[in-house]
């Protein structure tokens, strides 16, 4: 399985991103993103499930970031808006099981 993730960019504080994750099969329950700001471990930051009925979020992007799917392209979005200098990472995708990984994709929040 591969994992593509696009969509990444520079964006003032409060502006918006999407960013994709384009799956080339499903491995496990569904997809999710991470992210990895410089000097920081990587940290989870949403998943969601194949039905896209089930979704979760870490506390500092609940109501500002949107996970989403679309089972018949096997691709998951990430809408974040409002977004914050703090959110500036590069953002990962991966299966569920974790055992598959995208590229990355840079996000830069400029205050």
């Known amino acids: 399985v591969q994992l593509q993730a696009s969509g990444g960019g520079l964006v003032q504080a409060g502006g918006s991103l999407r960013l994709s994750c384009a799956s080339s099969?499903?491995?496990?329950?569904?997809l999710s993103w991470f992210r990895q700001a410089p000097g920081k471990e990587r940290e989870f930051v949403a998943t969601?499930?194949?039905?896209?009925?089930?979704?979760y979020y870490i506390d500092s992007v609940k109501g500002r970031f949107t996970i989403s799917i679309d089972s018949a392209k096997n691709t998951a979005y990430l809408q974040m808006n409002s977004l914050k200098p703090e959110d500036t990472a590069v953002y990962y995708c991966?299966?569920?099981?974790?055992?598959?990984w995208g590229q990355g994709t840079q996000v830069t929040v400029s205050s």
């Open positions: 969601i499930n194949w039905n896209g009925d089930i979704t």
């Open positions: 099969g499903r491995t496990s329950a569904g």
């Open positions: 991966a299966d569920k099981g974790q055992r598959f």
